[in-house]
């Protein structure tokens, strides 16, 4: 190699550490990744949580940012798919961003988080309600809404006490989450001595439920409990009742989206849902709720202001703790309480909220929603 | 035993949708011995054109004649999935014929997930739906006991379906194309020597497979009402499955292995339990294949010299 070849190649070799360096030194902006589904099936999920969260940047920012530095919510799409959940943990930590909210579907969740605790990465989900999410022990992992260890008892409560029926059919998807809560509820209605009749998995993405239809209106089923999300119970509640079967239909959280009046219609109206209470009608988010809808965006969506505390809370943490160490930070979380949209939320030793409420609504199908009482 | 009818009227109609895809795989093996991968995406992109069209025509165009919607929809989509089907072979197989027989399975693969992306960013990940257009059916029975429902969309599925392999059988049976096509199936080389433009058949073998995928599309697409772009993975699989069932290179087997796999998946979930259908449909596949290895219609192959 020649004194000239040298040359360049040291100086090709310094301007790509300078390069490095100098944005290292460029970050003036605290980031945040928000994962979740920005496509596939369950997206509008996604866009609940990607509007919560980007909505809270914009605010925060308006108000001067933290510590003089602006925030910057990243956007990730994780498909709601295990496998890509965890190629977007893994940019993120390439990435060096300390903070996440998010994932969004639980069966994502749960082999992202892994990564965040290994690394130090502050995780708060605003979305996944599977219990064992935060019962592996982890201390970087929080999150903003209820468990399903919450959501079942209550479905399987008002299934008791109000509907009262004969013969119960449970069907879930086999994800973790809906398998999950379908297992909760089914526990929780036995324990009341009702019979839970059929208790079987259909597949993700199946689309002819025309067996299972008339498997439940031969066994004179009378309610059904879903849990799984609206693709598949759209289709579901559409193919049964043109079989004529005419039972109650209810499910978790996971269904309670517009996408289930699109899918199954007419066939959508009556069907009760589990939902965290609707944020947006509580009067002190009335400022946050003119401004979602000067964007004329919808802030009624269940995780929509669950994903805005998320961003404040990492906020607040940063402020408070005086640091930006995510460790420390999920420290001081655990120890302090904070005023967000969702209510004045603390957090237990394992990452879950002291307290969150889910309520019946009942679904119409122009895909408005009523709570029952 | 009202239940037992209910879920052969469901297992029939799952069969004949299978039926359709399965003529895809059935036909391109009989002549050029390759499996085409691409053939579910094809299915797939016929579903959007299907319920693209039908939304274009009852909410742009405020049709309401039910009859014509659905003749001029199938007739779109069976043309622009036509095209499709050509211009896949041209592009991806063609080119690759005389290769070793790997190279083009790799080439369908690859043609497979690009088309797949292709329509997800054209159209959007997400789910499109639509309610559907011809809605109501038939019940028998008693008012107090288990009805059976037979709706004129199941009805509509089986008589489409009828309709389109009776027209494929004679084609192949009576036509001078048709001749072609079984000669090609026998032996490529000796029917090119014999003056036949094979390359003529084999692009006709991938349109006439592509049309009915296109009956197959639009039909699910007005059945089930939800599409994505991933619908077309699912169902090559289980055509595939269906035209092993039957004997791969086989028509008629591909008709049978569709209405089988239909059939036993609805029965599986009847009688078992969900979760069991695929299991069921697929142990019957190792089944048959243990027992007869050509499948169920299948000429055991004669080794040419």
Known sequence: MNSFNRHVLSAAVSAVLLGLGGLAHAENTIKIAVAGPITGPVAQYGDMQMMGAQMAVEQLNAKGGVNGKQLEAVLMDDVCEPKQAVAVANQIVNDKIKYVVGHLCSGSTQPASKLYEDEGILMITPAATNPDITHQGYKMVFRTIGTDDQQGPTAGDYIANQIKPKNVAVIHDKQQYGQGIAEEVKKTIEAKGFKVALFEGVSKGQTDFSALCTKMKSANVDFVYYGGYHPELGLILRQCREQGFDAGFMGPEGVGNKDISAIAGPASEGLLVTLPADFSADPANASLVKAFKDKNQDPSGPFVMPAYSAVQIIVDAIKGAKTEDPVKLADYIRKHSFDTPIGKVAFKENGDLKEFQFVVFKWHADATKTPVK | ?305
């Open chain 2, 1 to 305: 035993m009202l239940e037992f009818f209910q879920q052969v009227i469901n297992g029939l109609t799952l069969g004949s949708i299978y039926a359709l895809i399965a003529i895809g795989y059935t036909m391109v093996y009989g002549i050029i011995g390759m499996i085409n991968f691409a053939h579910g995406e094809i299915y797939m992109i016929s579903a959007y054109i299907g319920l693209i069209t039908v939304t274009a025509l009852t909410v742009q165009f405020g049709v309401e004649n039910v009859p014509l919607i659905l003749l001029f929809t199938l007739a779109a989509s069976i043309l622009a999935t036509s095209a499709y089907g050509w211009a896949i072979e041209r592009i991806a197989y063609r080119p690759l014929r005389s290769s070793p027989r790997l190279i083009p399975l790799i080439s369908a693969i690859g043609m497979s997930i690009f088309l797949q992306n292709y329509v997800q960013i054209g159209q959007g990940a997400r789910d499109l739906s639509m309610q559907p257009l011809i809605s109501g059916g038939w019940r028998f029975g008693s008012d107090a006991g288990f009805q059976i429902y037979l709706s004129y969309m199941q009805v509509l599925i089986a008589v489409v379906t009828v309709i389109f392999m009776t027209a494929l059988t004679l084609f192949i049976a009576r036509s001078r194309l048709g001749r072609a096509c079984r000669a090609c199936s026998q032996d490529l080389t000796m029917t090119n020597l014999l003056g036949i433009d094979t390359n003529r058949v084999i692009s006709l073998t991938f349109v006439l497979g592509a049309a009915l995928a296109a009956v197959a599309g639009v039909l699910i697409s007005l059945h089930i009402g939800k599409i994505n772009p991933f619908i077309g993975f699912d169902a090559g699989i289980k055509a595939f499955t269906a035209a092993v069932l039957g004997g791969i290179g086989s028509i008629p087997g591909a008709m049978l292995g569709g209405i089988i796999l239909g059939l036993s998946e609805s029965f599986a979930s009847a009688y078992l339990r969900t979760e069991y259908k695929d299991v069921v449909a697929f142990s019957l596949l190792v089944l048959v294949l243990l027992f007869r290895p050509t499948g169920l219609l299948g000429k055991p192959e004669i080794e040419k010299v």
